[in-house]
């Protein structure tokens, strides 16, 4: 047994010597010529690296391109809403500021026309008139137009119609209204000048119809005493004046409210923009 032991001992020692040698071999071969196989072992291995990175590193390399894909998607759609959105917004602006400089011309016309007109006017305070006397006195001469450059005459019943005012108990002329005082202020009604002078007689008839005396209607004086004229209606009166003022007022009002919404919106926009980017 103990000679079998020391072969078997033997033996091994001899494996681990051939190993050994074998090895120191193949470090010797590798010193010599194998500077150009490890050059080509870390090419192939650089390569291999390359290609994997350039791949993507597989699936996470397609997952960040899809996500790319999104992203810039994503973001060309935002683009093109802001966009959008700046276009309405401008054209809104361009709106609201098209109304109030609309509405401030109408102020400036009616301001010259209408509103002047109200302000001179006297006959401001309004009663009770009775009827005292209506009757067609002569006839007023009047011209009209025949075409370009051309005017012809006609002529037109006068009517007279005298009241007396409750009020003050004063007699006066009466007129139909500052447009007709302003044309003759002995007649009540001044037609429109015609060929016909038929039908301009049978207008002045029926209103003189219609004035009989002991008539009652409400017509308009001037507190003042410095015009001995009343009007029976008031072109110029507070409901022509409250009408002309109130479209322009709503437009000015509606010109205003569109700028103010829209600053508001750019305004709450850029306090929510604000608001994410502290969030991130």
């Known amino acids: 047994m103990t000679r079998k032991w020391e072969r078997v001992v033997i033996s091994g020692l001899t494996e ?48 960040r391109s899809i996500y790319q894909k999104f992203r810039d998607v994503d973001l060309l759609d935002k683009k093109t809403t802001v966009t959008a959105l700046k276009a309405g917004e401008d054209r809104a602006i361009l709106l609201g500021l098209g109304m109030v400089i609309a509405s401030a011309m109408m102020y400036f016309v009616l301001g010259i026309t209408v509103l002047r007109s109200y302000a001179d006017s006297v006959w401001t305070e309004g009663s009770v008139c009775i009827v005292l006397n209506s009757t067609i006195t002569a006839d007023m001469n009047c011209s009209y137009s025949c075409g370009s450059d051309c005017w012809r005459g006609s002529k037109y019943p006068c009517l007279q119609v005298y009241v007396s005012v409750n009020t003050t108990g004063r007699v006066s002329r009466l007129s139909h209204n500052e447009e007709s005082w302003d044309a003759n202020f002995e007649c009540f009604y001044v037609p429109k000048c015609q060929k016909d002078t038929d039908a301009m007689h049978h207008i002045i008839v029926n209103i003189s119809e219609r004035l009989k005396p002991h008539h009652q209607v409400l017509c308009y004086y001037d507190p ?37 919404m829209v600053k508001l919106t750019q305004y709450l926009s850029i306090m929510c923009e604000q608001v994410i980017k502290i969030e991130r």
């Open 224 to 260: 003042s005493d410095q015009q001995e004229s009343a009007l029976l209606t008031r072109q110029y009166g507070h409901s022509p004046v409250f009408h002309s003022l109130f479209w322009p007022s709503c437009m000015l009002t509606g010109g205003t409210t569109i700028i103010f």
């Open 16 to 63: 681990d010597l051939r190993s050994f040698h074998q090895s120191v071999r193949t470090a010797s071969s590798v010193r010599r010529g194998g500077h150009g196989t490890s050059g080509k072992m870390f090419f192939v291995t650089g390569a291999k690296s390359a290609g994997w990175a350039a791949s993507g590193g597989g699936a996470g390399g397609a997952t």
